[in-house]
């Protein structure tokens, strides 16, 4: 029996389209720089907020319609889902999904009875991954959402939590390999402080470490290969989380030793939250080598916290597939719809309009970079404004053959320098252009 009846397979219908239920833009058979465009762009879907969402906010109850809230059974319920995220990714001609432990299986009384329903789920899923249309960006341990996590989980205060999240993800691990998840996310739920006042942060921050390095030493001992990537968030739930922004996990993972080992896995939303843009994340991440994977969503400028909509700003979208298309691709990362339906926008169709709106604006951000960059002129506008250290003096400063004395001495009788235009506003409506012309 199906989850989604009614809906049928979305198909792509070009730019003129504004069916809902159908892509203008992504063509998933399109070739793209030489790949197509279902392979470039590695759409996923989030579990937690499509099959576990149901509209609860602060001021209300659930309002979204589901049929499978009918299940009084969790393990028949659990596995309804796992039905629907397959349909989902299957309809919508996306080839993964990414899962949080506690997502996909109900908790028991001790760790060994939840593991136990876990394993049930997870065989589950396994008969699904049979024909290998679908399969696992991304496994997680959800440390976050049970009260044991009230004051953290690997930065916990209380070692025996320290203990649990260890076993949790000892658990996680094995079965992201299992499913042939290709990352595993350390998002550190509530990995941060509330007050100073309480915290030994050095501890915290040593301890965080040990965690990641166990989790390392143990998917080495199990053979699992797939990519660990760090998710940066600024705050909430706590009021500051260590993992903060790309510049600030990397500095972590270096003074630990931990730099080889991780990648990052950006979300647009955390970005903005740490003031920051989508596209500053990515760069960030970009000339440090280490951008590994997207969660893409977009928040709010009015609202300051992690709205988790749906991705529909083409200008964000440009610019991330910009400097996703000058890494080379994503290698095992993707795109992970981290979003979620409005509270009003309670229907199926709603689920499915949602992501066909987040896919097709990444997919005509995809088009749009690719325009920017056979255009060219970015790239010949950068290269002009730093052509001074290709040589002379330039060329003596980043070969390292420059000194405080040399510059002093040949600069010190120069009596005006010549400074060139940004073109800042050009480059700008270049984007417009470049958005619109991808658009015909
Ligand atoms: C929450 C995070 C979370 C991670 C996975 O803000 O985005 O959903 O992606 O734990
Ligand atoms: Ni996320
Ligand atoms: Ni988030």
């Known amino acids: 029996m199906s989850v989604f009846g009614e809906i049928g397979k979305i198909e792509y219908k070009g730019p003129d389209n504004r069916d809902p239920l159908a892509f203008s833009f992504y063509n998933p058979e399109e070739l793209v720089l030489g790949i197509k465009m279902k392979d470039y762009l590695r759409f996923s879907i989030a579990f937690w907020h499509t099959f576990k969402g149901d509209g609860t906010d602060m001021f209300g ?55 136990a329903k876990l394993d049930q789920i997870v065989s589950h899923i396994k008969e699904h991954l049979k024909d290998g249309k679908v399969g696992v960006l991304w496994g997680t341990a959800n440390l976050f959402s049970n009260p044991r996590f009230v004051h953290g989980a690997a930065t916990s205060c209380n070692a025996d939590v320290f203990a649990y999240s260890a076993a949790q993800v000892k658990k996680a691990l094995e079965i992201t390999k299992e499913l042939g998840g290709e990352n595993y996310v350390f998002w550190g739920g509530r990995e941060g402080y509330e007050t100073l006042l309480n915290t030994d942060m050095a501890l915290e921050f040593d301890n965080l470490a040990r965690f990641m390095h166990m989790a390392v030493d143990y998917a080495k001992e199990i053979d699992f290969k797939g990519q660990f990537l760090i998710e940066p968030k600024p705050m909430e739930p706590t009021k500051h989380q260590y993992d903060f922004d790309v510049a600030n996990s990397l500095s972590f993972l270096r003074k630990y030793g931990l730099e080889e080992y991780f990648e990052f896995n950006i979300e647009a939303n955390h970005a903005t939250l740490a003031g920051h843009t989508f596209q500053h994340e990515l760069r960030y991440a970009r000339i440090n080598g280490l951008l590994g994977s997207v969660d893409a969503n977009q928040g709010d400028t009015l609202l300051g916290w992690d709205t988790d909509q749906f991705p529909t700003d083409l200008y964000a979208t440009t610019l991330a597939m910009y400097e996703i298309v000058k890494n080379g691709g994503l290698n095992s990362g993707g795109l992970n719809f981290d979003a979620k339906v409005r509270r009003g926008s309670m229907g199926e169709k709603d689920l499915f309009a949602a992501h066909i709106a987040g896919i097709d604006s990444f997919a005509l951000g995809l088009k749009a970079a690719v325009k920017l960059i056979e255009e060219g002129t970015i790239e010949d506008l950068l290269k002009s404004r730093y052509a001074s250290y290709r040589d002379g003096i330039g060329k003596e400063i980043v070969d390292g053959s420059a000194n405080f004395k040399k510059l002093e001495e040949y600069i010190i009788d120069r009596e005006t320098i010549q400074s060139e235009s940004a073109n800042q506003e050009y480059l700008e409506r270049l984007i417009n252009w470049a958005i619109v012309k991808a658009s015909d």
């Open 61 to 115: 109850m659930p309002t979204m319609k589901r049929d499978w809230l009918s299940i009084s059974d969790e393990i028949e319920l659990a596995k309804k889902k796992i039905d629907g995220v397959f349909e989902l990714c299957e309809k919508l001609n996306v080839k993964f999904f990414c899962f949080h432990d506690r997502d996909i299986a109900p908790e028991g009384k001790t760790l060994r009875e939840t593991n």
